[in-house]
């Protein structure tokens, strides 16, 4: 294949941007903020479980209150209707039955109250510890909005990098003829990247093997506008004046 010197060397400047290209779009897939976004993510998962198990335990207990209190409510509408049957009634053998009963629903009310208060400390303490939970989730959420927002700003930094060398990307090949191009391209692919080289000092700079015997006579004797390939990686091998032959 022919191509003139000129125009090999633009194949130069091609892969001087794919490179820069390939690690500029690596970089928008390995941002430290995406990686900070995923642990906090993770622990985000593992809060909002450990807050549903807290209010789960925070709502078991306000049932269990609201039973008490419901008991207590009860156990005081009795007292006050016995207690007012004594004073409305005449029989002594009322009078009698009905404080026997008093005192039984007093002593039930005093163990009723002494529940509800341990089971309002207990509830005291389980919203103590999902309000706790909360706090955390909340810091967490915190911290993953300013990594987004770092995020954000690294992302639009780099597309404004990328945009950049996709139309000086477009310049250069535009002026390469189209079977050239197709022949980098080809080569881009075959070799991972590595698809046009400069000879320099005799040496490949795709893969740093020093050209020797019939291969270095071979392209010293090769004209100028020949494209010639790195015996060793395949890469099209570019000669300039610094290229030793």
Known sequence: MKASPVEQKELLRLQALDIRLQQVEHQTKALPELARLRELGAQ??????TLSTRSGEVEDVRLELNRIESDVDVVEKRIARDADRVQHTSSVKDV???????????????????????????LE???????????????ILGRMRDAEVARD??????????GELRRDRAAIAGGVTEYLAALYQK???AGRGNA?????????????????GSDLDA??????????????CGAILVRTEESGI
């Open 44 to 49: 985000a998962d593992t809060i909002r479980m």
């Open 96 to 122: 009698q039955a009905l404080e026997t009963e008093l005192a039984a629903l007093r002593k039930r009310l005093l163990a009723l109250e002494e529940i509800e208060i341990a089971v309002m400390e207990r």
């Open 125 to 139: 303490e389980r919203e103590g510890a999902a309000a706790a939970v909360e706090a955390e989730r909340d810091a």
């Open 153 to 162: 700003l690294s992302l639009a930094d780099l597309n404004r990098q990328l």
């Open 187 to 189: 080569r881009f692919v």
């Open 196 to 212: 046009a080289a400069l000879l320099r000092a005799r040496t490949c700079s795709g893969c740093t093997m020093t050209l020797t």
């Open 219 to 232: 392209v010293r004797s090769a004209p100028a506008d020949d494209v010639l390939f790195c015996p060793d």
